[in-house]
């Protein structure tokens, strides 16, 4: 990780991390969770989210297009995080994929796709398959369980969220790169997934939580500027894109993450404290 670099420099190292992680050759990121962290360093330049001292190194993921942290009490996903390049973008592969458990998770927190069965929830991408396209093997790592979430369908999968995707991609064709983190947010007392069987009668409940709400944080580090989003958990349709943002700093403070922590503080605060306006 870059700690603590020169503002001057930072961005331009962030870049050349962003560069040198697209033309990886595929299957680098295969590595054990434990090593996961140094495995997908480059998709952690900026400084990744880290911040809970009690995180369990077992809980790592890391794949060619993304990594993430395994939540031990939800068993979704606290965070994903990915680097959207022009190149990334291209479409190389057909948006394709079947759902499969995380083997790189212990057996306990590898989700199993029937969990989803009849439960009212869509299998929602936290990294999107459309940022895949670039190789088979990406396309592949993003339907597994880790990266994926219990989200409400078209009312909000399919709404605002699925717009907000569309955004980021448009918004990569003009940079030279961008970090993207995608996380959930649980309250109090979530709901628990529950299965169903084909005959309408519930399956023992699930080990999985629904989030509450879910957030998106866009960074581009050339211009050292970012944009925010949070969407509570419910039906998104009819409402506006621009309504959701939020500021960085209100997400640290629901989430216990230091985002962008590769940034000395006061630099952080140019592009952490203040709700963004919405980008072109």
């Known amino acids: 990780m870059l700690a603590r670099a020169p503002k001057f420099l930072l961005p331009f190292l962030l870049v050349f991390a962003a560069f040198a992680s697209a033309n990886l050759p595929l299957g680098t990121a295969q590595a054990a969770p434990a090593e996961a962290l140094v495995a997908c360093g480059h998709l952690l330049a900026h400084g990744g989210p880290p911040g809970k001292a009690d995180r369990r190194p077992e809980l790592y993921f890391c794949r060619t ?79 597994y369980l880790a990266n994926v979430a219990p989200q409400l369908g078209s009312s909000f999968n399919g709404s605002k969220w699925k717009s907000l995707e569309q955004k980021s991609q448009g918004w990569a064709k003009s940079r030279p790169a961008l970090v993207i983190i995608t996380g959930t947010i649980f309250g109090e007392t979530p709901e628990r997934l529950i299965a169903y069987s084909a005959n309408s009668k519930p399956d023992q ?26 969407f509570p958990h419910e039906s998104l ?13 209100a ?23 203040g709700v963004s306006q919405m980008w072109e």
């Open 237 to 249: 349709t009819g409402k506006s894109l621009k309504s959701f943002r939020t500021s960085i700093d």
């Open 205 to 230: 409940p699930t080990n999985l939580l629904v989030p509450d709400a879910f957030y998106k944080i866009v960074f581009a580090p050339v211009e050292q500027k970012a944009i925010a989003f949070r």
């Open 65 to 143: 297009g993304y990594v993430g942290y395994m939540n031990p009490d939800t068993h979704v996903a606290d965070w994903v995080v990915e680097l959207l390049t022009p190149d990334r973008l291209e479409e190389v592969v057909p948006r394709r994929g079947s759902f499969k458990p995380e083997r790189q998770l212990p057996t306990l927190f590898q989700t199993q796709t029937e969990a989803y069965t009849w439960s009212g929830y869509a299998r929602g991408h936290l990294a999107p398959a459309d940022n895949m396209r670039f190789s088979k093997l990406a396309m592949k790592e993003s339907f």
């Open 251 to 273: 997400l640290e403070d629901e989430t216990g993450y230091d985002f962008l922590s590769a940034y000395d503080d006061a630099v952080e605060a140019e592009f952490e404290s």
